[in-house]
């Protein structure tokens, strides 16, 4: 199958963590209370937010093949959420995952003018995760968010860096002599 040509196996395992991050701050605002203490109350419990934050965090499967296209989907479900939902909680899956898409960037991104897409792009949804997100009130979160997905992003060229050094091409015995 062409759809999964080229996920590794720990591919899957990030996204099925997103995902499940994903499903639980879907079903925590589904099931929240009204005395949910929470920085701004929500305005939605509808069920519909399951699938529609599943729909966000999904792609993130797909991050060595096009992490650009990755980031480009996730913003667009997490924007199409704020006005469908309003205030609710986002924040719990969706900074985590901008957090990884960060490390992807940096690892899958490739050249630096897609390296600076990605990065604007994680910038975007984060906002966009932050702009009504109940939990932390709006976007002053952004405060430790970003710092966060910076260090994920140096991690990620560090990882690319080292990636780049083992693939190298090394001169054997009989060459040294020469």
């Avoid at 079903?27 to 729909?55: R, W, Y």
């Avoid at 913003?75 to 899956?93: D, E, K, Q």
Wanted: aromatic share 6%.
């Amino acid at each position: 199958m062409d759809i999964v040509k080229g996920i590794r196996p720990l591919d899957y395992v990030l996204t099925a963590v997103m995902v499940a991050l994903a499903t639980l701050v879907g079903l925590e605002n589904v099931n929240a209370g009204a005395a949910a203490d929470l920085a701004h109350s929500l305005d939605s419990h509808s069920a519909l937010m399951v699938p529609v934050f599943i729909l966000a965090a999904l792609p993130i499967l797909w991050r060595r093949r096009g992490i650009l296209a990755v980031i480009g989907v996730s913003f667009l479900v997490i924007a199409a959420s704020v006005p469908a939902f309003g205030w609710v909680t986002r924040c719990g899956f969706a900074l985590p995952l901008s957090v990884a898409m960060a490390y992807a960037v940096a690892r899958f991104a490739g050249s630096r003018q897609n390296q600076v897409l990605g990065l604007v792009g994680i910038l975007a949804l984060q906002v966009v995760t932050l702009v009504k997100d109940s939990s932390t009130g709006g976007l002053g979160a952004l405060v430790l968010s970003l710092p966060i997905a910076a260090v994920f992003y140096g991690v990620g060229l560090l990882a690319q860096s080292r990636a780049e050094k083992a693939a190298e091409p090394t001169l054997g015995v009989e060459h040294v002599h020469a």
